[in-house]
């Protein structure tokens, strides 16, 4: 079932995601309606947040060389914490909770993650490029922080005024 998508400035974005004990039936159904609501949506990642859910579940689908994006690469990740990380990187981020806006995000470059997957197996991957950049983004959901509070001052300034505008035409253009 494809789930609703918050969006920027629903206040449910700055909740912090709870810990997963149970690893059974209620979880693998949130997980498959994350996945068909984020392929649905065009998205290559996203928190169980952004659908509503205040838990520590997030997925990563990182499209491949030809730009294509497989269930192959599908990556659940359940509690992931960051225990390694290094180097700066810079990517023009976007999501699907704050929609047509982009802005330079600085990031670690590499960083490695332990986290458990569906059935509560302990997992550890090391990452970099997109998966590093997507996999950071995720956890800041888990969080409760977005990648516009992570701008400065005036960018944010400049993406309040941008985002105002786009939700009135929005509505305009609805009535
Ligand atoms: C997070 O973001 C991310 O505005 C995932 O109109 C961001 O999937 C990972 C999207 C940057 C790596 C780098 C955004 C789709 C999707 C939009 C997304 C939109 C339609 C964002
Ligand atoms: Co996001």
Do not use: W
């Not at 949130?30 to 947040?49: K, R």
């Not at 704050?98 to 302990?122: A, K, L, M």
């Not at 400065?152 to 105002?164: D, G, L």
């Amino acid at each position: 079932m494809k789930l609703t998508i918050v969006e920027y400035p629903d206040k449910r974005l700055k909740e912090k995601s709870k810990t997963i004990e149970r690893f059974d039936k209620e979880l693998h159904q949130l997980l498959d309606d994350m996945y068909e609501t984020m392929i649905s949506s065009n998205g290559i990642g996203l928190a169980a947040i952004q659908v509503g859910h205040a838990k520590r579940v997030l997925l990563l689908n990182i499209p491949d060389e030809n730009d294509e994006q497989s269930i192959e690469s599908l990556i659940e990740m359940i509690n992931p914490v960051i225990t390694q990380k290094s180097g700066v990187t810079t990517y023009q981020e976007g999501c699907l909770s704050v929609p047509s806006f982009y802005e330079d995000v600085d990031r670690h470059e590499s960083i490695t993650v332990n986290y458990q997957d569906r059935d509560g197996n302990t997992k550890s991957i090391e990452a970099d490029g997109l998966l590093s950049i997507a996999i950071q983004h995720e956890i800041d959901h888990l969080q409760g922080i977005l990648f516009i509070d992570k701008l400065s001052y005036s960018r944010r300034k400049k993406f309040e005024k941008e985002y105002k505008r786009m939700q009135k035409e929005k509505k305009c253009s609805k009535s």
